[in-house]
C-alpha cells in the first residue's frame, strides 16, 4: 500500500493494558493521520501530525487517547487502560509536505486491535 | 460533522455487468478521493478528482466530480470477479493543504461469475 508500513498488524489487549501502534510513513512524506474503522463502518477522523507537531486532534478522544510524531521514528498511537469498545482498526495514511497540491493521502494496511 | 452519504450500501452483480455508486454531502469538498478496500488491507487509492465538473477515468473506472462540489459517482464498466471489494468515497475540507478525509460508510460490492 503506497510504502506506509503499519505495525503490528494485529495486537490483542486485556481490559485495562496499554496499545501501541506505529506508523511509518511512505519516504520523504512529513503528514501522517490516524484513523479509526469500525466493522461495517467508513474510516474516521482522529488525528493529524507532522513530525513532531500534533496539527489537528479533534477526531480524538479526550482521554486514554494520545499520538506522536517525533523527529525520528514512527509515528506512535497510543491507547491507554483500553476497553472493549477501542477494538476497531487503526489505519494510518501519509502524504507530503504542506503546499505540494494534488497530493492524496496513501494508507498502510492497519493494526487490528482486539479488546479481551 | 460533515458526513457523507454513499448508495448503495451492496450491490451484488454478474460478471460483465456496468456497476454505478455515488456519494452525496451537505457541504462542498474541494477533492473528492474513491479507495477501494479489501479483506484485511488498507484503503488503496483508485481515483482522485480535484475540480468541479471532472471526468477521470483509470482503467476499467470512471469518476466524477459534480459541478455542486456536493457529489460525485464512480462507474466499473464490465465488472470481473476482482472488482469484489469495498467501496469507499472520501472528500477534503475546503482549507487548502492536507486535510483530514471524510469517509462515507462504503459500498460492498459482490461479483457473481
Known amino acids: 500500500n503506497a510504502g506506509v508500513m503499519q505495525n503490528p498488524r494485529h495486537l490483542v489487549r486485556r481490559r485495562g493494558q496499554e496499545a501501541r501502534l506505529r506508523c511509518s510513513p511512505v519516504?520523504?512524506?512529513?503528514?501522517v493521520y490516524w484513523y479509526r474503522q469500525l466493522p461495517e463502518e467508513g474510516l474516521k477522523f482522529m488525528v493529524y501530525l507532522q513530525k513532531e507537531n500534533i496539527i489537528d486532534e479533534s477526531g480524538m478522544p479526550k482521554e486514554r487517547f494520545s499520538a506522536e510524531f517525533p523527529k525520528e521514528g514512527p509515528s506512535i498511537l497510543r491507547i491507554q487502560q483500553v476497553v472493549r469498545g477501542d477494538s476497531a482498526a487503526y489505519f494510518c495514511?501519509?502524504?507530503?509536505?504542506?503546499?505540494?497540491?494534488?497530493?492524496?493521502?496513501?494508507f498502510g494496511d492497519g493494526t487490528r486491535l482486539s479488546i479481551l | 460533522g460533515q458526513q457523507l452519504n454513499q448508495s448503495p450500501q451492496s450491490m451484488f452483480i454478474q460478471e460483465g455487468e456496468d456497476v454505478s455508486m455515488n456519494c452525496t454531502s451537505s457541504s462542498i469538498f474541494n477533492t473528492w478521493l474513491w479507495y477501494k478496500q479489501d479483506p484485511g488491507e488498507g484503503p488503496v487509492l483508485l481515483i482522485a478528482l480535484y475540480k468541479a465538473g471532472e471526468l477521470t477515468s483509470n482503467g476499467r473506472l470512471t469518476a466524477q466530480f459534480g459541478i455542486t462540489r456536493k457529489d460525485s459517482f464512480l462507474n466499473i464498466s464490465a465488472s470481473i470477479p476482482s472488482d469484489v471489494g469495498i467501496y469507499f468515497c472520501a472528500g477534503q475540507n475546503p482549507n487548502s493543504g492536507n486535510t483530514p478525509l471524510v469517509f462515507g460508510k462504503g459500498t460492498r460490492l459482490s461479483v457473481i461469475a
Open positions: 495514511a501519509s502524504s507530503p509536505i504542506q503546499g505540494s497540491s494534488n497530493q492524496p493521502q496513501h
Open positions: 519516504k520523504g512524506h512529513s503528514h
